[in-house]
């Protein structure tokens, strides 16, 4: 297994699993589904991003330069032409991967702050409230997609925790001491973890109001209706179509009870 690999995957797979769930009971849209996988997939290597020149933290900053373009032209484009438009979506990319890139790598140490649960926290407070204020998203799915970058980042967490991973994408190897990628916050750096709280304070600030949140992800019938609707309610539908071989004597036959869907 390739360790950048490692992280996509697994975050890609359990927040699609999960988003998928929430569709399969009602409670988002198609569309919604697609966004809340995106934000999962992109927890699970956003805590990278203070690993100088590695895979993730190159891809994030051009990913953050690309956003970053894109909502400076969306919020200074009036009167412009198309001209001033490109100059500056190409300037904010520039400014955002190279230079604050290479400020990031300067100022940051790779499994520092940002390998803790407060920076998880704080990034998906900062994802909820630019949901919300940045792409119109109503609070409580708001507070939804904060909620799935903070899961994906907390699953990059965990696997680290598991795995000592090479950054070079050669080999995975088993950590020599368990206990330092899962921190609440820099142990031995309080200055960065100040700086991480007061980020998590200020973003926390700008987030909608959680109630209706809570009132609908907090509730335990959501979760019990997941229970309910997770398997088949009429049998297997393969054992439906095809006749069931335990019930057959392991022969299968298209006029079984089983094959017309009313095994019980
Ligand atoms: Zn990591």
Redesign the pocket.
């Known amino acids: 297994m390739a360790n950048f690999k490692t992280?996509i995957t697994v975050a890609s797979l359990l927040s699609g699993a999960l988003a998928a769930s929430l569709y399969g009971v009602g409670r988002v849209a198609p569309a919604e589904v697609w966004s809340l996988w995106v934000l999962g997939s992109i927890g699970g290597i956003l805590?990278?991003l203070?690993?100088d020149q590695s895979r993730?933290s190159q891809l994030l900053f051009a990913s953050l330069g690309v956003l970053g373009g894109f909502l400076a032209l969306f919020a200074f484009s009036a009167g412009r032409s198309i001209l001033e438009m490109l100059l500056l979506l190409l300037g904010v990319f520039l400014l955002v991967r190279y230079l604050l890139g290479h400020l990031f790598a300067r100022w940051t140490t790779?499994?520092g702050i940002?390998?803790s649960l407060l920076a998880a926290g704080s990034f998906g407070l900062l994802t909820a409230a630019l949901a919300h204020h940045a792409f119109g998203r109503e609070a409580a799915h708001a507070w939804l997609c904060g909620a799935f970058l903070a899961f994906g980042y907390s699953l990059?967490?965990v696997?680290?925790e598991l795995y000592a991973?090479d950054?070079s994408d050669r080999t995975l190897r088993r950590k020599r001491s368990l206990g330092s990628?899962i921190k609440p916050f820099a142990l031995g750096n309080w200055r960065a973890s100040v700086a991480m709280a007061c980020c998590a304070a200020i973003a926390f600030l700008a987030t909608p109001k959680a109630d209706r949140f809570l009132q609908v992800y907090g509730n335990s019938a959501l979760y019990s209706d997941i229970y309910r609707r997770f398997w088949p309610a009429e049998g297997w539908p393969l054992f439906a179509r095809f006749g069931d071989p335990l019930a057959q004597g392991n022969a299968p036959s298209g006029k079984s009870e089983a094959a017309t869907g009313r095994r019980r």
Do not use: T
């Open positions: 992280h805590p990278d203070d690993s993730p790779h499994r940002f390998h990059h967490l696997l680290d991973v950054l990628a």
